[in-house]
Nanobody, 127 residues
């Protein structure tokens, strides 16, 4: 049984930081890449960041590169998203997700490559 639970969202001001966490109840967690996506009201869900199952490679959307950092702790079955220099346009519900495939060579960057999703955590950045 797979369960993903995000936490750490909230209301912050522009320029502030937040750290999102995703607790993953996933068999063989360390075999799967993990990703973060976000969806703002009236917009489609978009890719934010992803990390390879090894933890050694990451990928970011251009809009967050240099400000956000994805990481994972395979011993704790946790995935994190450190968000710095937040902007109002970062406001959205943030979701973590598990790659469909284990041991994927490349990092999955589209939502159809992910199989399981959390319930999301709201991030609101005021100007």
């Amino acid at each position: 049984q797979v369960q993903l639970v995000e936490s750490g969202g909230g209301l912050v001001q522009a320029g502030d930081s937040l750290r999102l966490s995703c607790a993953a109840s996933i068999p063989f967690f360390s075999r799967y890449g993990m990703g973060w996506f976000r969806q703002a009201p009236g917009k489609e869900r978009e890719f934010v960041a992803a990390i390879k199952w090894t933890g050694g490679s990451t990928n970011y959307a251009g809009s967050v590169k240099g400000r956000f950092t994805i990481s994972r702790d395979n011993a704790k079955n946790m995935v994190y998203l450190q968000m710095n220099s937040l902007k109002p346009e970062d406001s959205a519900v943030y979701y973590c997700a598990r790659d469909q495939l284990n041991f994927r060579t490349q990092i999955a960057g589209t939502d159809d490559e992910y199989e399981y999703w959390g319930q999301g955590t709201q991030v609101t950045v005021s100007s």
